[in-house]
């Protein structure tokens, strides 16, 4: 018997940069395991140039994301809700676990800094899905 499929949720003020990174190493990571979403508190309506061109030096097409708002989501409860360092501006989400990744806003950042950020994400994105049991690609 499949496992239940696990749904994780990323969030952050304009839903363009950090979260729509989280929302891809999820589904990049967690393949059919996984059904992950993102969303901002005042979403900017667009995908950062750079997060796009950041996701495709890994080979992730972030172009067919779109920056969408906390309204948009489904009504459905979370294993896991992350924010990105949004303090006050993200509200609060039920969810079975939740955590504040208090990540740099990489919007403004030179590439190098950006990747910096990008793997940071990555790597707690890798952290989240193995403590819910989610197998990880070798």
């Known amino acids: 018997m499949a496992a239940p499929v696990k749904r994780v949720l990323f ?5 363009s940069n950090r979260s729509q990174m989280a929302e891809a190493f999820a589904r990049m990571l967690g393949g059919a395991a996984v059904e992950a979403y993102s969303a901002g508190s005042r979403p900017s309506g667009v995908i950062n140039p750079r997060a796009i061109a950041a996701m495709a030096e890994l080979g992730y097409d972030l172009a067919a ?7 948009e989501l489904p009504d459905v409860e979370f294993d896991f809700v992350a924010t990105m ?7 609060l989400i039920l969810a079975r676990q939740r955590a504040d990744w208090a990540l740099p806003d990489p ?11 990008r793997d940071d994400i990555r790597a707690r994105v890798a952290a989240m899905l193995a403590a819910l049991g989610v197998p990880l690609p070798s």
């Not at 969030?11 to 839903?15: G, M, S, Y």
């Not at 994301?65 to 309204?71: A, E, I």
């Not at 919007?107 to 950020?117: C, F, I, K, L, T």
């Open 11 to 15: 969030v952050c003020v304009e839903n």
């Open 65 to 71: 994301h779109h920056s969408r708002s906390l309204d």
């Open 85 to 91: 360092g949004c303090g006050d501006a993200c509200p």
């Open 107 to 117: 919007r403004d950042m030179a590439p190098e800094q950006y990747r910096g950020v």
